[in-house]
């Protein structure tokens, strides 16, 4: 395994070389990553100082046939949380990544000047980027293509991450809008004054056991087409209209329970019939749930672009009560332009809003724009201001956490955030074993860290232990559940592989067999999952370093208390009662720290220091 060390501040450039037994124990992804994060940052780390590290990380699986493999990780310490940060991401940089022969790169330090870097197989330069400063990451994907090449791929920060918003993403891709969007990491690639990273390889990635792998791959090719056919044909939104009928998408922020005719507006199937004109697919994908669309009428007619994500049209769409696809389109158009994490940058929207309806900010805050609901116009610039830190959008750019410091009042009530991290757009108040997965996730809520939810309402896992799908609202089981998947999902942002590839079949047995085909190694099933245990258990232990404990893993008041009717009835999720069970389950104290022989029996005794 070989991974750049990369000094901005000294222009220098190294490599680091990992033993087999290190990389057997965290595998790649995110594991490395973590491992990597906790030994090059402590506690008093700033993460917008030279001193934090922003670490691209591949995984075993990428730059082979794989299915949807050729992703990357991004890991640091967040500017908007202050604890532990990744952010997955598709599209095919990845696998242009791994072709130059690279498995990762650990970037440390501060440019003087705006730079930008350029790895083409074995070569790794830094150049002057200073004439691409102020652009945004679709002319910077442009402009890169023509300096470079035209096949080399693009990372890049938008006007947000050279402000240092604390919500900026990293982008690839260009107007196609791949995101490693959550917890600040642009901000924390623009605070280096790295503006791109473009790549371009011919290295083979090597496979100990290739031909085995590829008869794996097409033997069960068919059944992953097949069972992913409603995603390809409506995308991520395919299912809107069913989680506003289960009480499972977000309305108003959070409070309301039904939006009946709104979601069917902004569904994928509307999408479909209405503005899209083609689909993306992610490197190696056979899914393709990317929307390319062309708006038809309206103020934004004749943009073309990616369409929006289920993610968007919960947090830009039924949160803020926006019923018009060509305006959630361009606010995650903005977003994806300026380089915003759009659940973050929604989140924020729809407390803005509820903030102006609650008398606690007016226009002379907003620049004179009426934040009211269903208002796309006001949403659409107040984005524009969050990326350029202008009137109160300098504020919001900080996040909803301080955000609601200097606003005041009760804002903190429907301030909808876990640790710092904005809630995505998935209630658990409908299926309860997010509740859990939200308070106990290494980065804030997030869904993906255990994705659960799934399992609650649709799918199975019989590998896992798990033949039926569980009840959605029972609280019995939901803590070995959401332990379990959580140390699944580690081991996905570690090999690296697209999660809806486990609902299409690439569950815990598939996952082992083609690890062990391509690294020739010979893990059992039992080992595999004591790997996922571990990779999550480190990233407990690098929050704790940074004073996480059960203090910090709750709910806003308002999923916790509130019954918002519709789908979901009057139900409420249990957390402490999960809490209780899952420290227990985890081998966690009742602070929700693993005990000294957790540490032990996972082998993690060097990572409990406190420096």
């Known amino acids: 395994m070989k991974i750049a060390q990369i000094d901005l501040d000294k222009e220098q450039i190294s490599y680091l070389k990992l033993e087999e037994k290190d990389v057997k124990k965290f595998i790649g992804g995110s594991g490395l990553g973590a491992k990597l994060l906790y030994?090059?940052?402590?506690?008093?780390?700033?993460?917008?100082?030279?001193?934090?590290?922003?670490?691209?990380?591949?995984?075993?699986?990428?730059?082979?046939?794989?299915?949807?493999?050729?992703?990357?990780?991004?890991?640091?310490?967040?500017?908007?949380?202050?604890?532990?940060?990744?952010?997955?991401?598709g599209g095919k940089w990845g696998e242009e990544f791994k072709k130059c022969g690279l498995d990762g790169m650990i970037i440390q330090g501060k440019s003087e000047n705006p730079v930008r870097l350029v790895i083409k197989d074995d070569q790794i330069t830094i150049e002057d980027a200073s004439d691409l400063w102020g652009k945004d990451t679709f002319e910077v994907d442009e402009l890169l293509k023509e300096k470079v090449d035209v096949n080399a791929r693009s990372v890049c920060i938008g006007i947000a991450g050279e402000r240092l918003v604390k919500i900026a993403s990293i982008m690839n891709e260009g107007e196609v809008g791949r995101a490693a969007g959550r917890a600040g990491v642009g901000a924390v690639m623009g605070s280096k004054n790295l503006k791109a990273i473009t790549v371009s390889g011919n290295k083979e990635v090597e496979i100990a056991h290739?031909?085995?792998?590829?008869?794996?791959?097409?033997?069960?090719?068919?059944?992953?087409?097949?069972?992913?056919?409603?995603?390809?044909?409506h995308g991520t939104s395919r299912d809107v209209e069913l989680y506003e009928e289960i009480g499972d998408l977000p309305i108003k922020n959070w409070y309301e329970g039904n939006w009946k005719e709104g979601a069917k507006k902004i569904s994928g199937p509307a999408m479909t019939k209405n503005i899209l004109t083609g689909r993306y697919y992610c490197g190696k994908c056979v899914i393709g749930c990317g929307r390319e669309v062309e708006i038809k009428d309206g103020p934004y007619k004749g943009q073309k672009g990616a369409g929006p994500e289920y993610e968007a049209i919960g947090m830009?769409?039924?949160?803020?009560?926006?019923?018009?696809?060509?305006?959630?389109?361009?606010?995650?158009?903005?977003?994806?332009?300026?380089?915003?994490?759009?659940?973050?940058?929604?989140?924020?929207?729809?407390?803005?809003?509820?903030?102006?309806?609650?008398?606690?900010?007016?226009?002379?805050?907003?620049?004179?724009?009426?934040?009211?609901?269903?208002?796309?116009?006001?949403?659409?610039?107040?984005l524009k201001k969050v990326a350029y830190r202008e009137d109160i959008g300098k504020l919001l750019g900080e996040g909803i956490v301080k955000a609601s410091e200097e606003i005041g009042g009760n804002s903190s009530e429907f301030a909808m955030h876990v640790k710092g991290l904005d809630v995505p757009a998935h209630d658990p108040r409908a299926k309860v074993s997010l509740a859990l997965g939200y308070a106990t996730s290494p980065r804030g809520a997030c869904h993906v860290a255990g994705f659960t939810h799934n399992l609650e309402y649709a799918s199975s896992l019989p590998d896992l232990g798990y033949p039926e799908t569980l009840d959605r609202f029972e609280t019995k089981g939901k803590a070995k559940m959401v332990a379990d998947m959580q140390d699944l999902m580690s081991l996905f942002d570690s090999l690296h592989l697209c999660k809806f590839t486990l609902f299409a079949g690439m569950s815990v047995e598939p996952l082992l067999k083609c690890l062990n085909l391509i690294t020739g190694w010979h893990i059992t099933k039992e080992e595999f999952l004591k790997t996922g245990e571990r990779i999550f258990n480190l990233k407990r232990l690098y929050d704790i370093r940074e004073g996480i404990s059960r203090k910090d893993d709750t709910l806003p008041a308002r999923l916790l208390t509130h019954p918002r009717g519709g789908g979901s009835g009057d139900n409420l999720p249990h957390l402490n009662e999960m809490l209780r069970d899952y420290y227990r389950v985890r081998g966690w104290d009742e602070l929700g720290i693993p005990t000294k022989e957790k540490i032990k029996e996972l082998d993690l005794e060097e990572y409990q220091r406190l420096d």
């Open 39 to 89: 030994e090059y940052t402590n506690h008093q780390t700033d993460p917008l100082s030279p001193e934090n590290v922003l670490i691209f990380m591949t995984g075993p699986f990428t730059g082979t046939k794989m299915f949807s493999s050729d992703r990357f990780e991004v890991i640091t310490k967040s500017p908007l949380t202050g604890i532990y940060a990744e952010s997955d991401c």
């Open 210 to 233: 290739e031909k085995e792998l590829n008869e794996f791959i097409k033997e069960v090719t068919p059944h992953m087409v097949k069972v992913s056919e409603k995603l390809r044909a």
């Open 316 to 382: 830009f769409g039924s949160n803020c009560l926006i019923d018009d696809l060509s305006v959630i389109f361009k606010a995650q158009e903005v977003c994806n332009r300026y380089g915003l994490d759009s659940i973050s940058a929604g989140s924020l929207m729809s407390f803005c809003i509820e903030a102006y309806e609650r008398d606690l900010i007016n226009t002379e805050d907003t620049g004179g724009l009426e934040m009211t609901w269903g208002n796309g116009d006001a949403i659409i610039k107040m």
